[in-house]
């Protein structure tokens, strides 16, 4: 199956720096989403990104689809943006089979 | 609030209870779907339902049962749990198959 590999695996900000996460996937994706999970469990979309950027506030994604990678970018960082990122991506005939990668935990200090 | 809720958010059960977690989404949606995340692990895909038909089964053992009563909810019935079962299930809804995922807070599942 697919294969999703993200990095850096940890990554520590101080409060207002920005940071840039990469997901790599191995094969042509029909999906791809990036995810945050915060401390207690819960997953928040951030972007539904197959292909091409989209930016909500001080969160962007860029999709380069026929290279097979996606970078989420988070500028002025915040302690709220804590957590775990999780890239998921499906190809192949079945569009819901999410896969995930390890993620990356982000820990902003104040 | 992601319009998708869970109970009970924490459960602790011995290997020989019987026990059902539930989801219910209030967005309207037709696909409904179960997920383990274990510690150190990415999140695993269980189940998927859509108009209240299984569409996927992902070899999960036959310990975990689901039933999808209506396209608002799901349930996930637990029996002779292992000690490896405990973690975090996580519930999840979309539009239709294609759609976005979108996950309720979980269930922390520990078996003792």
């Known amino acids: 199956g697919i294969q999703v590999e993200q990095s850096p695996p940890d990554l520590i900000l101080q409060e207002g720096a920005n940071s840039t996460l990469r997901c790599n996937f191995s094969?042509?994706?029909?999906?791809l989403q990036w995810f945050h999970q915060n401390p207690w469990g819960q997953l928040i979309n951030l972007f539904y990104?197959?292909?091409g950027t989209k930016q909500n506030g001080r969160l962007s994604a860029t999709t380069v689809a026929t290279e097979r990678y996606s970078l989420l970018y988070i500028s002025s960082s915040q302690t709220t943006d804590s957590g775990v990122y999780f890239c998921a991506v499906n190809s192949g005939g079945s569009n819901y089979k999410l896969t995930f990668g390890k993620g990356t935990l982000l820990t902003v200090n104040p | 609030e992601t319009g998708v809720t869970q109970t009970p958010r924490h459960l602790v059960m011995g290997m020989t209870n019987k026990k059902s977690l539930k989801c219910e989404q209030h967005?309207?949606?037709?696909?409904m779907y179960w997920y383990k995340q274990s510690a150190k692990k990415p999140l695993e895909l269980m189940f998927v339902y859509s108009l209240e038909e299984r569409v996927e089964n992902n070899s999960v053992p036959s310990r975990f049962s689901p039933e999808c009563p209506n396209s608002s909810h799901l349930f996930l019935h637990l029996h002779t749990l292992q000690p490896e079962d405990s973690a975090l299930y996580l519930c999840a809804s979309s539009q239709d198959l294609t759609g976005t995922q979108y996950f309720g807070p979980g269930t922390r599942l520990t078996v003792l």
């Open positions: 967005l309207g949606h037709n696909a």
């Open positions: 094969d042509s994706v029909n999906n």
């Open positions: 990104i197959p292909s």
